[in-house]
Each structure stands twice: as C-alpha cells, then as structure tokens.
Antibody
Framework: QVQLVQSGAEVKKPGASVKVSCKAS????????MHWVRQAPGQGLEWMGI????????SYAQKFQGRVTMTRDTSTSTVYMELSSLRSEDTAVYYC??????WGQGTLVTVSS | SYELTQPPSVSVSPGQTARITCSGD??????AYWYQQKSGQAPVLVIY???KRPSGIPERFSGSSSGTMATLTISGAQVEDEADYYC???????????FGGGTKLTVL
C-alpha cells in the first residue's frame, strides 16, 4: 500500500530555511506527481506546489515563488520541500500528497524567535 | 489568482442529506476533488474526478459537477461525518492547484 513518511517536527527562527522530506513506498515513485500542501493552525488547506518525480519539473503557487524549492531523489524515493526566509506566518503543518490522493502524516514547522 | 468558494458551514440532522458546494470559474473544464478532515488528522480523499469514490469510502458520499459548481452530497449523514470538507481543483492552465476555504459540516 502507498505510504508517505515525512520528517519530524522543526523549530526555526525567522529568516531561516527549513527542508522537509517525504519518503514514498508501495508504488512506482516516478509514476505519480507529488504535491505539497500546508495548513496553518486553525486555518484551511493551502496548495504550495507540485513536482513530477520522473523528470523533476515543478510548478509553484505564486505566493511561494522565489521562496520554495521542491526536489526529488529517485534513488531513495524521496521528495523534499525547502522553504526559505521563514516568518511567523509560515508556522503550519506541511503535508506531501501523492497524486492528490495519499497524504503523508504531516510535519509541524514552527517559526519563532 | 484563482479561487474556489465554499460555504463556511453546513448543518444537518442525522439521516438528512448534506450538500456542500464549491464554485470556481474553471470547474467546467477541470475536475473537482473532495477531502474530509477530522480534528487533528490528515485529510482523506472522499471524491475524485468530480464523482468517483475511492475504495473504502461509504456509498453515502457522492459528487457531481455542473457548470461552475461542484457538489459533495452526503446522503443520510451520520454523526461520524462531522468534519471539515475541502474541495480542490486546478486553474484553467492546469499548472496550479487551489483549495476551497473549507466547509464545517455539523451533524446533530
């Protein structure tokens, strides 16, 4: 069965960067696009972007252009999402989502001085 | 930027039919997906490609789309269906995803 296992919670200071990983198993890694979605405390879901694990092409939400980078490592079936210039408003749970269907368990990123 | 609009809340009694709408200009050409999120949990896909139901999702969940509106219908809503529901789709280019603001379903 499809499993997406994300890296653990992070605490960062404003201005820093964070890199969240998502290790996939149970399917052919390069066959399905991976989305990244975040959810701030008490707020709704927010789409951040998408990566094609096959070729590595990406598309980002305009809001995050210039601050987000999504990459993948086919040798380990892992995708990464790096967000830079963090501010308090980036405090949220970050999810990877395979083919708009299967969700990782989420990674809490807290940005605080 | 592209937006999907949902009602903030819907309330029904157990056994009644709950309908949650999602409106967006690109919906005539792009599929809608629906997710259920219970408190403290990751979202779960309940409808994909407008009207298809993943395995394991109860038959009382159905979806439809007409024009600029997609609808999630829960026929005979149960107390355990209380959750936040989000629609998801893409803009007309297909390159950017977007979620609706979410609808809190109350069943009591």
């Amino acid at each position: 069965q499809v499993q997406l296992v994300q890296s653990g919670a992070e605490v960062k200071k404003p201005g820093a960067s964070v890199k969240v990983s998502c290790k996939a198993s149970g399917y052919t890694f390069t066959s399905y696009y991976m989305h990244w979605v975040r959810q701030a405390p008490g707020q709704g879901l927010e789409w951040m972007g998408i990566i094609n694990p096959s070729g590595g092409s990406t598309s980002y939400a305009q809001k995050f252009q210039g601050r987000v980078t999504m990459t993948r490592d086919t040798s380990t079936s892992t995708v990464y999402m790096e967000l830079s210039s963090l501010r308090s408003e980036d405090t949220a749970v970050y999810y990877c989502v395979c083919s708009a269907t299967y969700w990782g368990q989420g990674t809490l990123v807290t940005v605080s001085s | 930027s592209y937006e999907l609009t949902q009602p903030p809340s819907v309330s029904v009694s157990p056994g009644q039919t709950a309908r949650i709408t999602c409106s967006g200009d690109a919906l005539p050409k792009k599929y809608a997906y629906w997710y259920q999120q219970k408190s403290g949990q990751a979202p779960v896909l309940v409808i994909y490609e407008d009207s298809k139901r993943p395995s394991g999702i109860p038959e009382r969940f159905s979806g439809s789309s007409s024009g600029t509106m997609a609808t999630l219908t829960i026929s005979g809503a149960q107390v355990e269906d209380e959750a936040d529901y989000y629609c998801y789709s893409t803009d007309s280019s297909g390159n950017h995803g977007v979620f609706g603001g979410g609808t809190k379903l109350t069943v009591l």
